[in-house]
């Protein structure tokens, strides 16, 4: 990036990756804006986590892939895009990961720690981009794996925050 203000969307236009403009409004670039929040509340939810947390490594390659997902939204239609997607990779490691964790057998209400309830925040974001995700697919064909993988993350940051709530009253009980 040479400079940070171009000043070439003042008028309600930006660019899609190589260079075609569109409104700021177009889906493409509104889906990602969905999907660029998810990214940051994933980066909240990293920076909150233990170092030593087991699930924390796989979030920089989830936030990598939103990231590449975001460039293939961007590419307009009948151009090719040279970042490979590892969504179907992606959605294996979260299944593979989720398999230790009970569902509850009711309704979990956020808010019982800080870090649970951030990655409760990133799970919702998870679904609104999603559903941004399906509204797009509608007009412009995504990879079925990428869709995929947006659904299984919001799984995934569902049984983290599961996860992470029993740590969080685990390290709250007073013990004698």
């Not at 999907?35 to 947390?53: K, S, Y």
């Not at 559903?131 to 983290?160: C, E, I």
């Amino acid at each position: 990036m040479k400079t940070i203000s171009t000043k070439t969307g003042d008028s309600g236009w930006t660019g899609l990756r190589g260079g075609q403009r569109v409104p700021k409004d177009d889906l493409r670039i509104e889906t990602n804006g969905e999907i660029d929040r998810l990214n940051a509340c994933l980066g909240l939810v990293r920076a909150l986590m233990p170092e030593d947390h087991p699930w924390k490594r796989i979030l920089p390659d989830i936030q990598w892939e939103l990231m590449r997902l975001m460039s293939h939204i961007a590419t307009p239609q009948g151009e090719s895009n040279p970042k490979p997607l590892q969504a179907a990779a992606l959605t294996a490691e979260m299944e593979a990961m989720m398999t230790a964790v009970e569902a509850p057998a009711g309704f979990v209400v956020p808010g019982r720690g800080n870090l649970s309830a951030h990655i409760h925040l990133a799970r919702a974001q998870a679904r609104t981009a999603e559903r941004r995700l399906w509204t797009l697919h509608r007009q412009y064909p995504l990879p079925a794996a990428s869709l995929a993988m947006m659904n299984r993350l919001s799984d995934f940051l569902f049984v983290l925050a599961l996860l992470a709530e029993k740590e969080e009253s685990e390290s709250n009980t007073v013990r004698q």
